[in-house]
């Protein structure tokens, strides 16, 4: 049984084949090709993202290292944050990138600076979004909302009123309090990840070298992660490597 023509693109069918639909005018032939790169490309984009997120699944442990312009370094004028997350052995695991570029983002990264709002994006190596990093403005209270990259909500850092202690709370996707991270006061470079007065985990600030910590100004972090916690929680934990960089590496004039 013989099935009539019908044009893929808006559905138009009649009894004569036709290379240019009569009604919407596409070329059938170059929209098919077109919707088979378009598949190929999907599929491409979800591999990639699949194996950025399961390179995090499966780290018990990352470094995070600052990534600096040469213009930076040499002026000191701040730029959009970049860094590289690593495992131990230096295998490239994910890239992060402070948005920017626009006046605005410009005006308050020069007067701000470490106080500055932003969002930061996470890729894979291949260049698949994973995460997204959203940063409010706050003096002391500090927030980073974390998300998938379509902006599904993950969790949140959330920092809490302390005398002489860094202590933030780490809650899930529904406001629920996960881990707490703790910076004792004889330890300014090392936030403990705890769960009740348990340290499951620990986030340091790493140094490459007094030479070249003065001359770049870039920051380096380890993180360990606490056993067994599931994608969406490391994504958080992640999330707070870079908002404890922010509030208290920033720069030398900012490290309460």
């Not at 302390?162 to 006061?185: C, K, M, T, W």
């Amino acid at each position: 049984m013989s099935t009539s023509p019908k044009c893929p693109k808006c559905g138009f069918t009649t009894n004569s084949s036709f290379k240019e639909c009569p009604r919407c005018g596409v070329i059938v032939s170059k929209f098919l090709h077109k919707a088979k790169g378009d598949r190929q490309a999907d599929s491409r984009d979800a591999a990639r993202k699949n194996s950025g997120l399961e390179n995090l699944a499966q780290a018990d442990a990352l470094i995070i290292r600052q990534q600096k312009e040469w213009g930076e370094i040499l002026t000191g004028f701040e730029t959009k944050n970049k860094y590289e997350v690593v495992d131990p052995f230096s295998n490239p695991l994910l890239e992060a990138q402070e948005e920017g570029g626009s006046a605005l983002t410009t005006i308050t990264r020069l007067f701000l600076k470490a106080l500055r709002p932003f969002t930061m994006h996470l890729f894979s190596p291949q260049g698949a979004g994973l995460f997204k990093l959203t940063r409010p403005f706050r003096f002391y209270f500090h927030e980073l909302d974390v998300s998938q990259s379509n902006g599904a909500p993950l969790g949140k850092i959330k920092r809490r009123f302390a005398l002489l202690r860094r202590i933030y709370s780490v809650v899930d996707r529904n406001g629920n309090e996960i881990f707490e991270l703790f910076g004792p006061l004889l330890h300014p470079w090392t936030f403990q990840i705890k769960k009740g007065d348990q340290e499951l985990g620990k986030i340091t600030k790493k140094w490459s070298g007094l030479v070249k910590e003065s001359f770049t100004d870039a920051d380096n972090f380890g993180i360990t992660f606490p056993n067994g916690i599931d994608l969406p929680q490391k994504a958080v934990l992640l999330g707070a490597v870079f908002l404890i960089d922010f509030v208290h590496f920033e720069n030398s004039g900012n490290r309460n």
